[in-house]
């Protein structure tokens, strides 16, 4: 409900011509953590996003990140990750500043890593893991994007990264016949330049 209520102010705002009229690319390096609720850890990773924003309230983006550490930390699984979010972003321009919602589906790539893994049925999660596996994701949100100048932007964003795990599973103490969701908050902070 709330979504739509900030949809609808905000078509009403760019209605009223309050807004800048955009056609730009954006490109932008930026830092992304995550907080795994099913791992109860913490990812750190950089990338880039790529943004094209037909008009001031919408935007389509793309962004990639790679998490280059072992996680979790502790007892690696996974070497390394790879994340891939495609979606939108819509919220109107207010001069220098843009408040946004998000919602972008993707994925989570997880590298593999050897690791000592117990022969039971169904395995641990970690264990089907190690094998490297990739996972749908949606990233659901929302943001604020500064304009410091015409061309320099920066942004922070917060959401809820929803991922699909594979099933069947050991997980939470017990078995898991089929693939499950887990959420993990997920932030990310960058800066870039508008062309």
Not at 35 to 49: K, M, Q
Request: with cysteine.
């Amino acid at each position: 409900m709330r979504f739509a209520s900030f949809v609808v102010f905000s078509i009403f705002v760019s209605s009223t011509g309050t807004l800048h009229a955009q056609d730009r690319f954006e490109a932008a390096a930026q830092i992304a953590t995550a907080h795994s609720s099913e791992f109860d850890a913490n990812d750190t990773g950089v990338g880039g996003r790529f943004a094209w924003h037909p008009t001031a309230l919408i935007g389509a983006e793309a962004e990639m990140n790679v998490y280059p550490r072992g996680f979790p930390s502790a007892s690696s699984f996974s070497s390394s990750r790879i994340e891939g979010l495609f979606g939108v972003t819509v919220g109107p321009r207010f001069a220098r500043l843009r408040p946004f919602a998000k919602l972008r589906p993707g994925f989570l790539a997880f590298r593999g890593q050897s690791i000592a893994c117990i022969l039971i049925f169904p395995p641990p999660l970690s264990c089907v893991l190690a094998g490297g596996r990739t996972l749908f994701a949606l990233d659901a949100g929302g943001g604020v994007e500064l304009f410091a100048t015409e061309s320099a932007v920066v942004r922070v964003d917060v959401g809820d990264r929803l991922l699909k795990y594979p099933g069947p599973s050991f997980h939470d103490g017990r078995a898991v016949e089929d693939a499950f969701f887990s959420h993990d908050f997920r932030l990310s902070a960058g800066a870039g330049l508008r062309f």
